[in-house]
Structures are given as structure tokens and as C-alpha cells.
């Protein structure tokens, strides 16, 4: 048989994880330049606009 689970302690632990990825972002993203900013997003649209050059149709 498998390990029992508190699933309220489960979500609440997934939840701190998502808290915590989002607040990594937020001190990445305050602590960087306008410049830095917008080469970045300049970068992912590029990457962005390569994949959907690259991606094949449905036939």
C-alpha cells in the first residue's frame, strides 16, 4: 500500500512552492535596469517568434 497523505498538507506545501517561484521572479525582475528588462522580453519574443517559424503545420 502507498504512503498515507494529508492532502491539506500537500496543497499548502504546493502553494508555498508557488510562492516561493514567484517571489524568486519578483526579486530577479526588481533588480535589473529598464535596458535589462526590455532586452529580455526583445530576447523572449525573438526565441518566441523562432518557434512558431519552426513549427509544422497539421496535415
Do not use: Y
Amino acid at each position: 500500500m502507498g504512503e498515507i497523505v494529508n492532502l491539506r498538507t500537500a496543497r499548502k506545501a504546493r502553494a508555498r512552492m508557488a510562492a516561493a517561484t514567484q517571489a524568486a521572479a519578483n526579486r530577479a525582475a526588481s533588480g535589473r535596469t529598464k535596458e535589462e528588462r526590455q532586452a529580455a522580453a526583445r530576447e523572449a519574443a525573438r526565441i518566441e517568434r523562432t518557434l512558431d517559424g519552426a513549427r509544422r503545420g497539421d496535415d
